[in-house]
């Protein structure tokens, strides 16, 4: 394998950054995907951009960038151009090196966001001064430029030719009309068409699901293998329902049959619990912890964030007092050290917490079950360390749940190592949220009737898609939503946001719940384990920034008691409203997530990369549902039983290895 050094414009410091991106070697870097393109050959004018839509342009300067001072006293440079169609503005944000760069008269070539909020605008526009075709753009560290990486991954596909072996059967790539791998990874990084580049993404995406596919099968083989202890669930169910004011739905009796049925044998449960937000799959996670408590285990229940953990532990407080405990990233040093002392001897029975069960000071006595909440924000890998900290003679049963619903194509693909329970069915009494998009001249109106309505006693979130930004015109963000509703609103207005300490996190959250605030402004951080009865409006600001399936999961944060609940989609796209609108037919989970797989792909649906991914693994999670499809077929009928790829998946999967290494 060709090292660094034999790559041109790569003096030590620049190999130290790449070293520190993961690249080593000339391969490496073949490996290090670009994150996006920048493409010419699908340019628009500027009366046919539409706001927060990605766009090339070719323009002409009308006024060369200057100074000027924003409302919100930054400085800024401005240069305001033209095409044949109209006249726009060019902004640059801390960039003063920008002033003059370009002369009245000058044909240039952008690249960027557009925001048509206040008329059409390209923020921090990236500008060619002569035509590009298809660039590719990646994730690089300071000191590593757009251009040096272009020309060293160009070298690179020079230098390891020889080295890019072939992987799929010819028969394979014939009957699918595939590219070769060198010819793919070759249109990945150096892109002569756009349709060329879609052809290279499908081949290397076809792989990879294959890949997937055999190594979950291995997976559930080694699954198959293992003892774990099996659990006395007699009487679990009845204490259960003794202690909740309603009943149980028919569905999460019958998913609590299955997973019964599955830990009372000595096989290792491996259970996906697939459920629509609001549908109960909290109750089927009790059922479980208590099952292994009562039998004299150990239980641990992961959660993705320190607010969703907070909940679950007060939720399981109910039923089993003392014996729990929450272990998060802020508690203190002191207490955490108590609190692995107790997991330890197993005078702790139930532990619930966030990734800080991973950490290496954190043993368990016997842990026989796991419960992992959100399972699409945690990697296979990171399940595996959680597992790897059961007892030495046996296998802890395992429970991931989701409340990203996912059609079943994606599912079996994905999660081929699970068996999977659906959750269909909501609890009696819960109305549909009714869901209407608003356009952002409506937005004063909107506000008003939210203001009228709280003063009657009714709650709302405002969602933001972040927290804040560099310039007043791009998406609008948390901080400046939540100053703006605070002085226009005669109501006391809360803030939620993901850097906020854990305490500021939790005292919005209380005050909202207390009835402290009307209205909280937050990003998508509520978006799971916000349990908040009485809020039942829901704004979701700049909503064409999410997908379909993300926006389900945000509205399932209304509409959790027995009123009528609200939910406004502002966006002043007109093209975006109209894939808006599967929200406003629809409150089925599951049809809103095969719109998003078809429209997105799958990344979309399942958050994009997750822990422990490489470029590889991130890019065939975004595929379209055409390929994922293509592979499920293919897998089933003629992979699965090839030495080649098994083997392939042994060193490509590390969790493979893990797994197989447990007893």
Known sequence: MTDL?????????????????????SMDLLKLLPKSYIDFTNQKTISEVQDGELAALTLTVVNPPKFARSYLGKSVIVCKVK?????????????PYMAGKYAAGQRIYAYGRVDAKKGKRLASPTVFLQKPDILPVYSVKKGISQALMRDIVKQALVICKSECEETLPKEILARYSLMSYYEAISELHNPTSADRLKQAKKRLVFEELILFRIAQSLARQIRYNKFAPALNT????????????????????????????????????????????????????????????????????????EILAAQHYQTLKRFVNDEVCLLTGSVKKAEKLKIYEKIASGEIKYVVGTHALLQAGVTFRNLALIVCDEQQRFGVAQRAA?????????????????????????????????????????????????????????????????????????QCYVVCPQIDSDDEYSTISVIDTYEELKAMLDIPVGLLHGKMSAKNKQSAIEDFKAGKTKVLVSTSVIEV???????????????????????????????????????????????????????????????????????RGAGELLGGK???????????????YETICLAKQVTDSEFLHSEKLINRCYERFSFLKEKALLN
């Open 386 to 458: 959680l597992i790897s900290k059961g007892a030495e003679n046996f296998y802890p049963h395992v429970l991931v749940m989701s409340a990203t619903p996912i059609p079943r194509t994606l599912a079996l693909v994905m999660y081929g190592d699970l068996d999977v329970s659906i959750l269909n069915e909501m609890p009696h009494g819960r109305q549909k949220t009714k869901t209407y998009i608003v356009k952002t001249s409506k937005r004063a109106d909107m506000y008003e009737y939210i203001e009228s309505q709280a003063k009657s006693g009714e």
């Open 529 to 599: 384990g916000v349990d908040i009865p009485n809020a039942n409006i829901m704004v979701i600001e700049s909503a064409n920034r999410f997908g379909l399936s993300q926006l389900h999961q945000l509205r399932g944060r209304v509409g959790r008691g027995n009123k009528q609940s609200y939910c406004f989609l502002l966006s002043s796209n007109d093209s975006e409203c109209e894939r808006l609108k599967a929200l406003t037919s629809t409150s089925n989970g599951f049809e809103i997530a095969q719109k998003d797989l078809e429209l």
């Open 234 to 305: 007699s009487n679990v169910l009845e204490f259960l329902q003794s202690r909740f004011a309603f009943s149980l739905t028919n569905g999460q009796h019958k998913v609590i049959s299955e997973v019964k049925a599955d830990i009372e044998k000595h096989m290792p449960m491996n259970r996906l619990v697939q459920g629509d937000v609001g549908s109960g799959k909290t109750v089927i996670a009790i059922y479980a912890l208590l099952a292994a408590g009562f039998s004299g285990y150990q239980a641990a229940f992961l959660a993705p964030t």
């Open 610 to 624: 997750q822990h422990g991914e490489t470029e590889l693994e991130s890019l065939a999670i975004k595929a379209d």
């Open 5 to 25: 050094t034999s790559i041109k414009g790569l003096g030590e410091k620049r190999i130290a950054l790449l070293n520190s991106m993961g690249v080593y070697s």
């Open 83 to 95: 095409d044949s169609t109209g006249e726009m503005y060019l902004y640059w944000f801390n960039q």
